[in-house]
């Protein structure tokens, strides 16, 4: 049976697309307050998990040991542009740690900032560098983890690694999933991603907003943690960015992290609770909107925030004139 469709995409009156996922909202307890479509099937969060992915950077205190402010620790769960300034992060965390960027294990891709890419280009570059990779702030805190306990940070990406396997565990305590190697896969970035069921996701997020149901250290790493990109919003993502822009808006109230393949992860800390997103055709545009929606659903609104949010739950869609030929909109579903 088929997920339902969350939106749909207009050109003039008429529906152009759709797009069918599921979607869980949950509490810290596992309780379900919102279940649209298969919410069991386990799915790939990639990179939406990257803030659980840095739990044990800060609560084994390696991020004490080497100082990280907010803004290397927003770097450690962000997906970033690869903007001047994120790469100038990224290659302080390596500093700090003793080690530069051929240390890291990402991959190099061309800065997902067009206005990067093309100022990279102008220098004469033939490549970008894995400092560019969006994961490379990630990837810093791995290697920073591993240095402050003494591991050889040469492999760290392999699964048996004892930096992935504190990923893992932290992983399935916050989400009290079982992650076998049935369930393992190689993420974009070379590390190990586990695939979650959507409800069990959303589990995880309540957990990460509120503390609940952790040891304190957790809690007290989580709490860190959200507050560093809820300080510094702009180095989760980067200009332009809607993780950014919803953090900017909302600050502390929102926690929200982009996926590949139409995945969005989030919490609501103060109402307690925890949003999973998977978008069927792994569509991120609509993944947005739905995360948006869910937001104004949930969360009490101000007038300005009910506007500002607005343009997310309804992007208009325009062509290369930028005359506005159509919408997304929201179904019945989420909405």
């Known amino acids: 049976m088929s997920n339902p469709v969350l939106a749909e995409v207009l050109r003039g009156p008429l529906v152009e697309s759709v797009h069918r996922g599921a979607v869980a909202v949950a509490d810290a307890d596992g309780a379900a ?3 649209v479509g298969d919410t069991a099937k386990p799915v790939f969060p990639r990179s939406a998990v990257k803030a659980l992915q840095a739990v044990a950077l800060v609560e084994t205190g390696a991020a004490d040991r080497y100082a990280l402010t ?6 450690a769960c962000a997906s970033h542009s690869g903007e001047p300034a994120h790469i100038a ?3 302080r965390m390596l500093a700090k740690a003793g080690l530069d960027a051929a240390a890291l294990r990402c991959g190099a891709h061309w800065p997902i900032s067009q206005p990067a890419a093309a100022a990279l280009a102008r220098t004469g570059a ?10 490379s702030g990630k990837h810093a805190g791995f290697l920073c983890l591993a240095c402050a306990e003494g591991l050889d940070p040469a492999d760290y990406v392999r699964p048996q690694h004892p930096v992935q396997r504190a990923v893992r565990a932290v992983l399935e305590d916050f989400s009290g999933a079982v992650l076998g190697e049935d369930v393992c896969a190689i993420d974009g970035c070379s590390v190990p991603t586990w695939a979650v069921p959507l409800d069990k996701l959303a589990r995880a ?16 790493a989580c709490a860190r943690l959200s507050a560093a990109c809820a300080q510094q919003p702009w180095f989760v993502a980067g200009s332009g960015r809607f993780c950014t822009a919803i953090m900017e808006l909302f600050g502390a109230r929102v926690f929200v992290k982009t996926g590949a393949e139409g995945v969005y992860c989030g919490a ?4 307690g ?14 993944a947005e909107a739905v995360m948006a929606g869910l937001i104004a659903r949930f ?3 101000k007038p300005a925030e009910q506007e500002a949010l607005g343009h997310f739950m309804r992007p208009v869609l325009r062509n290369w004139n930028g005359f506005e030929v159509g919408a997304l909109r929201l179904t019945q579903a989420v909405a």
């Open 299 to 301: 969360l009490p609104l």
């Open 33 to 35: 307050m919102l279940a």
């Open 268 to 271: 609501l800390p103060e109402l």
């Open 273 to 286: 609770l925890g949003i999973a997103v998977k978008c069927d055709d792994g569509a991120g545009r609509a």
């Open 70 to 75: 907010d803004e290397e620790l927003a770097l």
């Open 205 to 220: 997020f309540a957990k990460f907003g509120t503390g609940h149901g952790v040891s304190r250290d957790r809690a007290a």
């Open 89 to 91: 992060g990224v290659e």
């Open 126 to 135: 033939s490549a970008p560098s894995a400092l560019h990779n969006n994961c």
